[in-house]
């Protein structure tokens, strides 16, 4: 039977406010960073803040919610996504500045251009951003990071939205950043933020983001559809020596395979189901396990349904 967008919607009147872009059955799989899974059962993009909360507040109650940026570190199973998906868009990208080293940033912004606007402005501390894919919002959900620092070292504060709409905000100190994930529900949508940073010379900056693309463009696979790093690394273990070590760093399955460049980012050659890359993964994890004795932890997160 054919899907009405209609039928989530508690006011259907309200479906003629709405400006963004309603969507029924809608592959969204191909739009992330694995080009890999299934399709959203209601997909929302919304045109702004006041769109994305008319949105929330008109759906009925036990519809399931899920909230994506630009789905750089996500693998959407193939059975899809049941329930509303909304994808914050990149009219979420402003950046406003508040003084010498503070910006609010919209949470659709991506980190590059956020690094870039800082070293515009000569403000430091923010050059690992430029190594980050993905935008501000699923940066603090997961409190990304690379070459030594993280989401949780520039973030002054977070407003969200609810579940049913409304808004609220956090300090840095009411939301527990740990390594490469916090404690922030998945019932609110980070909607903006203020970073600080620290004033510094431009050409310095500029020198730092220059040697840091270079890094990441020599340690991590180029031409291929990837998530990003696959796996958290551990305490006292680099995710991708474990991966190695365990023998695994040719390993397969499928259109999914571990990279030759950097073992800790799983590549799509051309035709990887969702399926391929989380039995591989699986795979390296069981690996891990049994040869080494230590568990490894999924990074890229995993929604959806198995097909």
Not at 147 to 167: P, Q, R, Y
Not at 186 to 202: C, E, V, W, Y
Not at 218 to 237: E, H, I, K, M, V
């Amino acid at each position: 039977m054919n899907k009405n967008f209609l039928d989530i919607l508690e006011r259907p009147e309200v479906f003629f406010e709405l400006k963004g872009k309603s969507f029924c059955d809608k592959s969204i799989g191909n739009m992330s960073w694995l080009k890999a899974g299934g399709s959203a059962e209601y997909l929302y993009i919304p045109a702004n803040e006041d769109d994305l909360s008319l949105i929330l507040e008109s759906i009925y109650k036990g519809v399931d919610l899920n909230i994506f940026g630009n789905l750089s570190n996500t693998l959407i199973r193939d059975g899809g996504l049941p329930g509303l998906s909304i994808i914050i868009p990149k009219s979420f990208s402003n950046i406003a500045s508040m003084g010498d080293t503070k910006l609010k940033v919209g949470s659709g912004t991506s980190c590059k251009v956020i690094s870039e606007k800082c070293l515009e402005l000569g403000i430091g501390g923010m050059e690992f951003l430029s190594g980050i894919p993905g935008s501000l919002g699923g940066g603090i959900f997961m409190n990304a990071g690379c070459f030594g620092s993280e989401f949780k070292d520039i973030v002054i504060d977070v407003d969200f939205l609810t579940k049913n709409g409304k808004k609220i905000h956090k300090k840095n100190n009411e939301i527990n950043f740990l390594y490469r994930k916090s404690n922030i529900s998945r019932d609110l949508i980070i909607t903006s933020a203020t970073i600080q940073g620290f004033l510094k010379n431009s050409k310095q900056i500029k020198e730092l983001i220059d040697e840091i693309n270079s890094k990441r463009i020599s340690s991590q696979p180029q031409g291929f559809a990837t998530g990003g790093s696959t796996f958290r690394n551990t305490n006292d273990y680099k995710a991708w020596e474990l991966i190695k070590r365990s023998g695994m760093s040719n390993a397969s399955f499928g259109g999914a395979s571990v990279s030759n460049v950097h073992n800790n980012f799983l590549i799509n050659n051309g035709n990887a189901s969702a399926n391929d890359f989380e039995i591989l993964g699986n795979m390296i994890i069981e690996k891990v396990k049994s040869e080494l004795g230590i568990l490894l932890d999924w990074e890229i997160q995993i929604v959806g349904k198995h097909e």
